[in-house]
């Protein structure tokens, strides 16, 4: 998940053109969303929803708030609960790392009934629905390389989610030192999971193949890009362009 405090420099280097976008801020939830038209309304309560859901299901289980390892479900959770707990139990991580992740994508899925095109971003955590190319800048903190490349989005690897893990910028939890560890996957909640695992690998510039390595085995992951000062490794699907 990308750290609050950058998400306007992030949404600066996101944004396509032919969408509508508007803000949607519920409590810490912070969403940027583009649409064919403003669907604030609709977005805010799903964004409630969702939430509501997730809050209820912490009253019933603590430990899925603060776990830094895999939890399972109880019976009856929600099933963004339950997806979030798959994408941990395939990353080895907490589920709370896919919250960012899982957000935008369940908005995503209520919201594309009205817009074929979509592009949810949360906390600098995007997915992408429709069938036109774009283009996502990639923030990476104080190293060279952030805001100067971006990533390429094909129609045909749509729809996708791209979810970003830095240990050295802003506050949010990581073991590792990366200025941005990169996910790809259809899966919002799995790219999310992955970018916190990723993230927390990653502590010098010889650790970034070990992960491209170890990362790329987890099932549905399409593309990882790691960036640690001016090194930069990729692997997957990945079409790196200049910005």
């Known amino acids: 998940m990308k750290p609050i405090e950058n998400v306007k420099h992030y949404r600066r280097i996101f944004k396509g053109d032919g969408l509508v976008y508007f803000n949607c801020k519920v409590k810490q939830s912070d969403l940027c969303i583009g649409a064919v038209l403003n669907l604030k309304k609709q977005a805010e309560e799903s964004i409630r929803k969702y939430r509501q859901q997730v809050e209820e299901y912490i009253r019933r289980q603590p430990v899925f708030l603060h776990s830094l390892e895999p939890v399972e479900p109880l019976p009856g959770a929600p099933e963004i609960v339950n997806h979030m707990c798959r994408a941990s139990a395939a990353c080895g991580v907490g589920p709370m790392a896919a919250i960012a992740g899982a957000v935008s994508y369940y908005v995503a899925k209520d919201l594309v009934r009205y817009s074929g095109e979509l592009v949810v971003e949360n906390g600098g955590d995007i997915y992408i629905a429709g069938k036109k190319e774009r283009v996502v800048g990639i923030y990476a903190g104080k190293s060279a390389l952030s805001g100067r490349i971006g990533i390429k989005i094909s129609p045909g690897n749509l729809p996708v989610s791209i979810c970003t893990s830095s240990g050295t910028v802003g506050h949010s939890l990581s073991f590792g030192l990366a200025d941005a560890a990169v996910i790809l996957s259809e899966d919002a909640c799995l790219a999310d999971a992955a970018a916190t695992a990723a993230g927390n690998m990653v502590r010098c510039r010889d650790d970034i193949e070990r992960t491209l390595n170890r990362i790329n085995m987890i099932p549905g992951i ?22």
């Open 222 to 243: 399409s593309g990882i890009l790691i960036i640690i000062g001016e090194e930069i490794g990729v692997w997957g699907n990945i079409e790196l362009v200049r910005l």
